[in-house]
T-cell receptor, first 110, second 116 residues
């Protein structure tokens, strides 16, 4: 079992729709959860991080964490073509070391 | 804030030569830096963790004699790919931590290495 699992996609959504990206992790001791966006040929950029169960909203993005189910998700409201990228879920325990999922490719079509 | 600069952004070298990649934290002191490698359409794979003033910790399967890491100061870490081969061609990305547990990592822009 991989430490961090994501559906590779592609996930295709129409412009203006809500894109829902999911991630599961295997280590119950994981404490911090991050979503990064990576455009082709570029390095990852941080979208959001979440530490506590529940929802965390930042603009069009909402991160959701359920530690009991070992599940973290990212919702993108009013999706735009510029949101088309690979979204990486990352997890760590109590150090700085991040474990990345394989990423989900999102395609937002006009 | 929290800018990480990586240089060069791309490099082409011949088989058998060595290439050095620099990673600098520009506006903060990075107690720990991480080096990742990413092959096309794959995720980031952690190669090693670099702490200032001490030896790097390599992940399983990463040859420490091939990928030399030096973290001489709190703002600079270097990765040297020695005796490069075509299979070393990849996207190398560094990231830096400000030393606070569970804080987000800040990534450099990456280095595209092509070995011919």
């Amino acid at each position: 079992q991989k430490e961090v699992e994501q559906n590779s996609g592609p996930l295709s959504v129409p412009e203006g729709a809500i894109a829902s990206l999911n991630c599961t992790y295997s280590d119950r001791g994981s404490q911090s959860f991050f979503w990064y966006r990576q455009y082709s040929g570029k390095s990852p950029e941080l979208i959001m991080f979440i530490y506590s169960n529940g929802d965390k909203e930042d603009g069009r993005f909402t991160a959701q964490l359920n530690k009991a189910s070992q599940y973290v998700s990212l919702l993108i409201r009013d999706s735009q073509p510029s949101d088309s990228a690979t979204y990486l879920c990352a997890v760590n325990k109590d150090t700085d070391k991040l474990i990345f999922g394989t990423g989900t490719r999102l395609q937002v079509f006009p | 804030g929290a800018v990480v600069s990586q240089h060069p952004s791309w490099v082409i070298c011949k088989s058998g030569t060595s290439v050095k990649i620099e990673c600098r934290s520009l506006d903060f002191q990075a107690t720990t830096m991480f080096w990742y490698r990413q092959f096309p359409k794959q995720s980031l794979m952690l190669m090693a963790t670099s702490n200032e003033g001490s030896k790097a910790t390599y992940e399983q399967g990463v040859e420490k004699d091939k990928f030399l890491i030096n973290h001489a100061s709190l703002t600079l870490s270097t990765l040297t790919v020695t005796s490069a081969h075509p299979e070393d061609s990849s996207f190398y990305i560094c990231s830096a931590s400000q030393g606070q547990r569970n804080s987000p990592l800040h990534f450099g822009n990456g280095t595209r290495l092509t070995v011919t």
